[in-house]
């Protein structure tokens, strides 16, 4: 069996770092098969100003960069979104909540008509911030997100969720969010959770990745979860190395788990093609 490996979370920055022509090329010859881009906040690409043009650029760029690996043989689905970090942005330049939600519901819409040219998979990411910051922020991006559900649940789309670790919470208040706006369980997707989190996502029946990180994988894996995707959460931000881990650290770090038997190749196969192909409605290779 030849192992074929996805990765179900990242972003690509053409502007500031490798680019998804370079990581696609890196990444097919680990043996990698799938990406999922996911758009990056518009300063990050290095657009300047804040406002509707700056995300229309940036989703621009993240359609163009899902081309480039289309080219290099890589199946690519892509997803953009209003991360929470861009509510903090707009409040620190001294937006208003409503102004801000505003914004985000336009950029959602607007992602929402892409989807129904076919040009996008999903929205992506939208959440609540993981870090401490004022109440009232999170509070917003939360008003985000909710308006983000509906708006998948009404045009069928995929959904990636950016959520602080709180275990039981997070996934539980995802859940009555989920449940009151009546979004098919398998449209969502929790990113970058920990083995707390993914228990209750696991329990729940929602989809989740994990970071490839060393030790989430051995805590995790051998115990055969069913809903997890890999994910290597790279911001392609070479200012920033150590933040998230490459995506070829996901070959790297299942390889070494197989041929030290800690989980089958039959497992991994449900990992990294059955549950990719299942949620992002894509061929397996
Ligand atoms: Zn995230
Ligand atoms: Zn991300």
């Given at each position: 069996m030849t192992l074929a490996f996805s990765d179900a979370h990242l972003h690509t920055n053409p502007i500031m770092g490798l680019g998804a022509e370079v990581v696609a090329k890196k990444f097919r010859k680990a043996n990698g098969w799938f990406m999922a881009i996911v758009s990056l906040p518009p300063q990050h690409y290095g657009i300047e100003g804040l406002g509707f043009e700056s995300h229309e650029k940036s989703i621009e760029i993240l359609l163009r960069e899902a081309e480039k690996a289309r080219r290099e043989g890589v199946e690519v689905s892509t997803l953009a979104g209003f991360h929470p970090s861009l509510v903090d942005a707009y409040f620190k330049a001294g937006w208003s909540p409503s102004e801000i939600v505003e914004l985000a519901e336009k950029i959602i819409d607007y992602i929402a008509k892409l989807h129904d040219e076919k040009a996008v998979d999903g929205i992506g990411e939208?959440?609540?911030?993981h870090y401490a910051v004022n109440p009232a922020w999170i509070v917003t991006s939360e008003l985000i997100l909710i308006y983000a559900i509906e708006v998948a649940r009404d045009n069928d789309m995929l959904i990636h969720l950016h959520l602080e670790q709180g275990g039981y919470s997070t996934v539980a208040s995802i859940r009555r969010i989920a449940e009151s706006a009546k979004i098919?369980?398998?449209?969502?997707l929790l990113h970058h959770v920990s083995p707390s989190e993914a228990h209750y996502a696991e329990s729940y029946g929602y989809w989740y990745t994990v970071p490839a990180k060393e030790k989430l994988y051995r805590t995790l894996l051998p115990h055969k979860p069913e809903r997890l995707m890999t994910e290597?959460?790279?911001?392609?931000d070479p200012k920033r190395p150590g933040v998230s881990s490459y995506p070829w650290d996901i070959p790297r770090e299942l390889i070494s788990l197989v041929s030290e038997g800690i989980v089958s190749e039959e497992y991994l196969y449900r990992v990294e093609v059955e549950n990719v192909s299942r949620f992002y409605r894509v061929k397996p290779p």
């Open positions: 939208v959440g609540r911030q098919q369980a398998g449209s969502l290597s959460d790279f911001i392609d």
